[in-house]
């Protein structure tokens, strides 16, 4: 039997007054592509930090990888990599020197990190770019060093929180590439969340979470028939009564 990526159970989390995620029931499978679709304010950075450790829940539990995000942190922060929704690298260093840097955090050894560094520049097309300081990148370019480094100590479950916020749609379309191709056969499991449709469009499984709730969960095709409609977007107004666009940008 395999366990679950991510199993939380009735997961929450208050900033003082504000539920910013209610209790969330949700399994991500091994292997899964799963979206977390949601306008600005839904509570899908909480809900990836609540996973990443880097918030304690208000109330429910959760096991990423298998361990519980309160009594086993450090292993589920062995078994994750974490892509921020704004990028974390040092703008005056090289794409190499940002990721060596990143090796020597997670402790791998010289031998072990300069051949894997080689094969994600190749992988992410940056090798001519790889003496670059990366205030010099392009914000593609940028977001694809940021999950190059996200990688590089081979997790398990990968979380990229809005991966293309910013991104103009060409961008955008080749990062998805990427990720893709990162994915194929490699058994990575990748929790993304994002407030664009078309992003969540090829998920295995999606997630729609409006003001802390979960309000529906599906593959696209199941969440569409489901609601009697062609679109995510028109599941997103079916299940939440609003568009997803309305409240986007607060
Ligand atoms: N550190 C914090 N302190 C207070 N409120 C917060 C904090 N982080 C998030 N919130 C609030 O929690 C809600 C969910 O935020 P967030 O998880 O960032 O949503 P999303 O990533 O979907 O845009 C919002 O109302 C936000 O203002
Ligand atoms: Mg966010």
Redesign the pocket.
Request: charged share 10%; glycine share 24%.
């Given at each position: 039997m395999t366990a679950a990526a991510i199993d939380a159970r009735g997961l929450g989390k208050d900033?003082g007054a504000?539920r910013?995620l209610d209790q969330l029931d949700l399994e991500v499978r091994e292997g899964e592509f799963f979206g977390l679709l949601?306008p600005?304010?839904?509570?899908?950075?909480?809900t990836v930090h609540l996973f990443a450790t880097l918030l304690a829940p208000s109330r429910g539990t959760a096991r990423v990888a298998g361990y519980d995000v309160v009594r086993e942190g450090l292993s589920v922060r062995r078994s994750i990599g974490l892509v921020f929704q704004d990028t974390t690298l040092d703008r005056d260093l090289t794409i190499t020197e940002n990721l060596r840097f990143a090796a020597r955090l997670w402790s791998l050894p010289e031998r072990v990190a300069r051949p894997r560094i080689d094969v994600l520049l190749r992988q992410f097309e940056l090798l001519e770019r790889r003496d670059d300081p990366v205030r010099t990148l392009s914000g593609g370019m940028r977001r694809a060093v940021d999950i190059a480094r996200g990688i590089l100590h081979q997790p398990r479950i990968l979380f990229l929180d809005e991966p293309t916020a910013g991104l103009d749609p060409r961008a955008r379309r080749s990062l998805w590439e990427r990720i893709r191709a990162l994915r194929a056969g490699s058994g990575l499991t990748v929790l993304l969340?994002t407030h664009y449709v078309e992003e969540a469009e090829p998920c295995d499984r999606v997630a729609v979470l409006d003001r802390g709730r979960l309000a529906a969960l599906g593959t696209p095709a199941e969440l569409k028939q489901a609601a009697g409609v062609r679109s995510l977007e028109e599941v997103f107004l079916a299940h939440t009564g609003h568009p997803l666009a309305e409240t986007d940008g607060g």
């Open positions: 900033f504000i910013a949601g600005n304010g839904a509570g899908k950075t909480t969340t």
